[in-house]
């Protein structure tokens, strides 16, 4: 059995080997597919604009599959989120870089189409909200700027946290997951490399392997695209499971400007059939959320019953429809 002790001094040992320090780093990503060269494309940029794009496309059409090989481990992972937040608790991502910038785009997107408020879905970024847009260097190394980042969160067992790293053992998102995890907390490893750090540490490990990139190490290319795909499912199907829609209208959404307004109208009309004047009147009835008024237009209820029957069905319109039916 190799002590603590040995193990240290065989790393620096393979650290001193190197002249940049950093020799056991290199032979871990040298193991990683997600990093792996491809010589085949080592005179990629000699080629015209069209070909390298032919080929990109090509690359990128991969993607799918390689999600779809992780289908059973996704849906696992969203009922069991679903769950947590139907009893309050809230959908966290944490990440660094590219994966950190994807998963507070995620929870960015969840206020104004699903009506959640900004605390329900989190994204954190190793280094901060000023790293969505410059590189904080150092940041992505520290389990402990992870847990201190939770901490700031407050996190609780009901809560969900959601590791993103491409390589899989990128230290903040391990961090993040491992004490999400010795909380009691939901725990969900996203990772684009097959028996990876992150996915060991997680309770629900999503390994979606899509292979070496067009370049090399760049794991913003099928990487993030694999990442976006996965994030879209965990995010909408929850918000499905919540009641945030209408078969697949979005009768949850806010009307924060002009086009969500327009939009809104349309879904009223869309899930009812109703005359626009009826639409009006509805959305005057229950100020301007789209929710109620369908209720209102397709169980005849006016708009204080209709927020209080899906008070009581927990923001399920077709659990509130069938309470109207039944009386």
Do not use: W
């Not at 639409?279 to 100020?287: C, H, R, V, Y």
């Amino acid at each position: 059995m190799t002590s603590t002790t040995d193990a240290n001094a065989d790393a620096t040992d393979a650290n001193a080997a190197t002249p940049d320090g950093y020799g056991e780093l290199r032979a871990q990503l040298a193991t990683l597919t997600t990093e792996a060269f491809r010589p085949e494309l080592a005179e990629i940029d000699q080629l015209p604009t069209a070909e390298i794009a032919r080929i990109m496309n090509g690359e990128d059409s991969t993607v799918p599959a390689a999600v779809a090989r992780a289908l059973p481990q996704i849906a696992a992972a969203i009922d069991a989120t679903a769950e947590r937040m139907a009893r309050g608790g809230r959908l966290i991502y944490a990440g660094a870089g590219t994966a950190g910038r994807l998963g507070v785009l995620d929870a960015s997107e969840c206020p104004p189409t699903f009506n959640t408020d900004p605390s329900e879905v989190i994204g954190l970024i190793a280094g901060g909200p000023s790293a969505m847009v410059t590189a904080v260097e150092g940041a992505e190394d520290s389990k402990e700027l992870a847990a201190a980042d939770l901490d700031g969160l407050g996190l609780t067992a009901d809560d969900t946290v959601v590791g993103i790293s491409a390589s899989g053992r990128t230290p903040y998102a391990v961090g993040a997951v491992e004490h999400a995890r010795s909380l009691g907390a939901l725990t969900l490893g996203l990772s684009c490399n097959a028996d990876s750090a992150l996915g060991a540490a997680a309770e629900h490990g999503l390994e979606i392997v899509v292979g070496p990139e067009l370049l090399t190490g760049s794991t913003r290319l099928k990487a993030g695209t694999a990442q976006k795909l996965v994030l879209n499912m965990i995010s909408t199907i929850t918000m499905i499971r919540l009641g945030k829609t209408y078969g697949n209208l979005m009768v949850d959404v806010r009307a924060s400007n002009e086009k969500l307004r327009a939009r809104s109208r349309r879904i009223v009309s869309l899930a009812t059939g109703a005359s626009d004047q009826e639409i009006e009147a509805a959305l005057i009835a229950t100020d301007g959320e789209v929710k109620n008024a369908v209720l209102t237009i397709l169980g005849g209820v006016d708009g204080p019953t209709a927020s209080r029957l899906l008070a009581e069905s927990h923001g399920h319109l077709r659990a509130a429809l069938a309470a109207v039916r039944t009386t």
